[in-house]
């Protein structure tokens, strides 16, 4: 992303270990900052922390974009029926209609019954849409 201007240009480079330490480093922090500050729920009396709070959010953002790429795998056979395959889905085109199937199940099930976090993750993730078109590059 750094390399593609889409993200801090000093998370591209390679250090001498050609690793790329300050990307690295800012994802440690980043983690950190996440986890680490703990919680309270006045309702139930017990500690916390916002690890289970984010699996809840990310869980459902997750599910989507595995529920796309398994019908982008659809949509290319489709329209690039010539392109070479290097991997073959084994059961296609049961097995990934069944994935589908089942995590737009368990999508709906968690929009529903937990819609106090399975909501917020959702905006999460659309909010990196205007993210994403103030941040890169103009051609």
């Known amino acids: 992303m750094a390399r593609d201007r889409l993200f801090f240009r000093a998370a591209g480079r390679l250090n001498g270990a050609r690793v790329p330490a300050w990307a690295l480093v800012l994802q440690g922090l980043w983690a950190a900052f996440l986890v680490l500050p703990r919680t309270y729920d006045p309702l139930a009396g017990q500690y916390g922390n916002l690890y ?3 699996l809840d959010y990310v869980i459902s ?4 974009f595995y529920i796309l ?9 489709l329209t690039r029926p010539e392109q070479e395959r290097p991997y073959r889905t084994w059961g296609y085109p049961l097995v990934p209609a069944l994935y589908i199937v089942g995590a737009s199940v368990i999508l709906i099930v968690l929009f529903v019954y937990r819609p106090a976090t399975t ?3 959702l905006i ?3 909010l990196g849409v205007p993210v994403y078109f103030l941040w890169r590059p103009r051609d």
């Open 61 to 64: 953002a997750a599910l989507i």
């Open 69 to 77: 790429t398994i019908a982008g795998v659809f949509r290319l056979r």
């Open 52 to 54: 289970s709070n984010l």
């Open 124 to 126: 999460i993730v659309l």
């Open 119 to 121: 909501w917020p993750g």
